[in-house]
């Protein structure tokens, strides 16, 4: 598999009431093209992922609608899948090219999340888990939180390691202007922020954010003058909604098999990637993660992050945007944004934050509470 | 192009209060895949058409949601285009076989509707449409009642050629017995039914419908003892959400580029299809849909339709199944219930209401008041 990049970018994420998805939209898919420096009637298709707009907004049939605001009058559709709609966007888009359907693929990722109350928020975005755990009133966080639970149990997993995901993404973002947080963290503070769901506290978990990324792909093609990055691998899987019909709870089980679809179609290994974007929903999500896509033996990911192999002077380097803790989780943009830092990375034009040598890329996506995950891989050649 | 189709069906359709959508969805898939004769192990993929579940239900993810009901932990998406979400969900899975990342994909489109207020449906079914128009409160009758007057305008259609259009598919209808109005209706009875948006009357428009369908499609593969049904060219477009930013109204601009593009793709002309089941949201909708996608010229379906050049002995045969009038119109199993009806009929088992030589046929899906449209054409093989 090789389609190519042609251009990727994303808006500041953060509360963001003054602007509306439109102009998000709007902004991101300007700059997406001014990289890609091709003229606007060479993109044949529009795929965008969004969860939330119909739900909390009302305004369904978004591929049509940012099709008209962007002037392509070209085939679109909305993909959902959760907060792994950005992901599966991508996906999509990588059929619609290697199809031989569609040539240049425009991808845009958009969630308004912020305009609306925590409560009306908190049910629409249980729209993602079954309805025996919406019944239950269960949340989020605390489906995690059984998670991390069991993770502790099972490999002596501290709210301290936890923790430490959140601050080394903290440090992250603080090199990243658009992040919704971009300012560093202490273990200390983490520990001390209020419960949500014990043990995840209000700093294990990312926050509700404003924001729209969108990439520009295309069928393999040589590009002058530029280092080209490609998408090598897309993969995706899914596993029961609700954390009852699970096999086990200290994974994401739907996370390892389109991990290993994806290492697979791609001859890469885990031991190959220089950076990785990975769905930090909460801290204990990203520790599952490193484990679940095989960078790390259950129960060795979490000493491995304290230890700082996964920060910035490390292999692979992990969410280096700051992740969804710190850079911030617009649902449906999520997916996108991951590949867009991952592009730029591999570019090599990601200024303070650049990590050296990153010749390989790898993103992961997960809806719901590990229901859906999809796994891209990225690499540049010269 | 060339997308097998292994088998197809679609639950009853009509006012279903007593049954859920997950065992609407059960029973479609358990119906396709014992005509398909494949173990469920073989699909690798399901992609999902559905409008309102989110909106109106309060459940998204509805990818994993029915990968998990139907006992299938394989890769799985929404697609939603408002009413065209059922055959972009088609036109998604034949991207995804044709890519050649998912050999068996499983189509799904169900709508769950009759369990909510009107003015809730009303409001929900608005989703589709601008927010402009929504602001204004405009309906989707009323915007295609403005359409009609375009069209009545400018070639004197009347409200007697659009109860044509109506009695014409509940005759069809009639020989439905899964049609959620299985019965014959009269001009008369029609022109003399409660006005909705004048010249629309009630009997113009589609019913508000419960129901399911799917569909099994694999790459190009040959089958032991059966006539075999492909899906030689998909395509579809888009146009701007709003009626006020279109070049005309009296015609639907989505539909014939797609219908054009998709006329080339498979070498099919527009004289050489048997039977067509076209979007007929309403009745208007119905002879635009005739015109734009090439069947007639400008002004001349009407007369044509009147004559009976479009019912059970005429050709191209439209709405054989009822179409959205008389079968009824569950927004995201619309899409994939027209090639369900198409496949059958082309394989020669449509029982009371087969077509006679049916070798090729059309569907015609709309999302909105025609910002989308996708266009299938199948035909079948000795």
Chains 1, 2 share one sequence.
């Not at 609700?242 to 679809?261: N, V």
């Not at 990637?273 to 960078?295: N, Q, W």
Request: with cysteine.
């Amino acid at each position: 598999m090789n389609v190519t990049v042609l251009g990727a970018s994303s808006t500041k994420f953060g509360e963001l009431w003054q602007i509306s998805p439109r102009d998000l939209v709007g902004r991101t898919v300007a700059d997406t093209l001014l990289e890609a420096d091709i003229p606007r009637r060479k993109i044949q298709a529009v795929i965008v992922g969004n969860m939330l707009s119909g739900i909390l907004g009302g305004q369904e049939h978004l591929g049509a609608f940012f099709a008209e605001e962007l002037n392509l009058k070209v085939p679109a559709v909305k993909v959902e899948s959760a907060c792994a709609s950005g992901g599966m966007a991508v996906h999509t888009a990588v059929m619609a090219i290697i199809s031989g359907l569609y040539e240049t693929v425009l991808v845009v990722g958009v969630e308004k999340m912020t305009d609306y109350k925590p409560e009306e928020l908190a049910q629409a975005l249980m729209g993602a888990g079954s309805d025996v755990e919406r019944e239950a009133g269960a949340t989020f966080p605390a489906l995690y939180a059984m998670m991390a639970r069991v993770h502790m149990d099972k490999y002596q997993t501290t709210e301290t390691d936890m923790a430490a995901v959140a601050v080394k993404n903290h440090l992250h973002a603080s090199l990243n202007s658009q992040a919704h947080f971009p300012f560093r963290i202490t273990v200390e503070q983490v520990l001390a922020s209020p419960k949500v769901a014990s043990p995840l506290k209000l700093l294990d978990c990312s926050p509700v954010t404003d924001g729209a990324a969108s990439i520009l792909l295309t069928k393999s093609a040589k590009i002058k003058n530029k280092r080209q990055v490609s998408i090598i691998a897309s993969a995706s899987s899914t596993d029961s909604l609700g954390l009852s019909e699970r096999q086990s709870l200290d994974s994401i089980k739907a996370t390892s098999i389109a991990a290993k679809k994806a290492f697979e179609l791609s001859a890469v290994s885990p031991t190959e990637v220089d950076i990785a974007e990975v769905h930090d929903c909460f801290t204990i999500a990203e520790i599952m993660a490193m484990e679940d896509i095989g960078f790390y033996k259950k129960g060795e990911a979490a000493p491995a992050i304290r230890e700082g192999k996964t920060g910035l002077n490390g292999r692979p380097v992990v969410n280096i945007s700051g992740g969804l803790k710190a850079s911030g989780h617009p649902v449906g943009a999520t997916g996108v944004k991951q590949i867009v830092e991952i592009y730029h990375q591999l570019k090599g034009d990601s200024g303070k934050r650049q990590v050296s040598k990153a010749r390989v890329g790898l993103s992961h996506n997960v809806g719901g509470s590990g229901a859906s995950a999809v796994i891209h891989i990225l690499k540049s050649f010269k």
